[in-house]
Structure formats: C-alpha cells, structure tokens
Nanobody, 121 residues
Framework: QVQLVESGGGLVQPGGSLRLSCAAS????????MGWYRQAPGKQRELVAR???????NYADSVKGRFTISRDNAKNAVYLQMNSLKPEDTAVYYC???????????????WGQGTQVTVSS
C-alpha cells in the first residue's frame, strides 16, 4: 500500500501565494506520475497539474502561468507552487500518484486525503 500525505493548504487573499506539498510512503518500487486534482463545491474533480517521470508536466489552462508543479524523486514528493491566486481557485486539492510496489506489479492510483485552499478577502 501507498500513503500520500498533503500539507500547505489554507486561507489566502486574492493575488497571494501558497505552496502545497505531498509525500508518498509505503511499499513503493516506482512512481510514474504524481500530480494534483482539485474539487470545488458543486463541481467535478479536475486535473490541476501533473508531473510525469522523465520531466513532462501538464497544466490545466486555468492555472497556466500561475501554478508550477515540481517533484523530488528521492523523497517521493510533489509540490505545487500557486501564485496569483484567484477566488475561483478555492477548492479541496488532492494529491495523487500512479505507483507500483514491485517490478511485476501494475501501476495503481493512490490519493491523498485532500487539503483545503480558500482564496478570499
């Protein structure tokens, strides 16, 4: 099993910044993708950003130029630097990882518990 623990959410004013962190632990042989989804009240969960092994990153159009995802493979960790935050960024942010516990096992998707980000004056 793989556990993901997030930190860094909170309340911030519009235009402010927050940095989310997520660390994976447990039976990890390798991790292919790490990233972040978010879900606002009454809306579907949406992909915010992901970091694929090899260095490819993808972002939702709504966060391009404001958010930056990074990854520390040695620590099995992923980070999301969020700048120029807007009220519409308010949501619960979930970390995820596509990981496997051995070379012969398939990749499975694991989720963190979520961290609340609220952008409000």
């Amino acid at each position: 099993q793989v556990q993901l623990v997030e930190s860094g959410g909170g309340l911030v004013q519009p235009g402010g910044s927050l940095r989310l962190s997520c660390a994976a632990s447990g039976s990890i042989f390798s991790i292919n993708v790490m990233g972040w989804y978010r879900q606002a009240p009454g809306k579907q969960r949406e992909l915010v950003a992901r970091f694929i092994s090899g260095g490819t990153t993808n972002y939702a159009d709504s966060v391009k130029g404001r958010f930056t995802i990074s990854r520390d493979n040695a620590k099995n960790a992923v980070y999301l630097q969020m700048n120029s935050l807007k009220p519409e960024d308010t949501a619960v942010y979930y970390c995820y990882a596509d990981a496997r516990s051995s070379r012969i096992r398939p990749y499975e998707t694991y989720w963190g518990q979520g961290t609340q980000v609220t952008v409000s004056s």
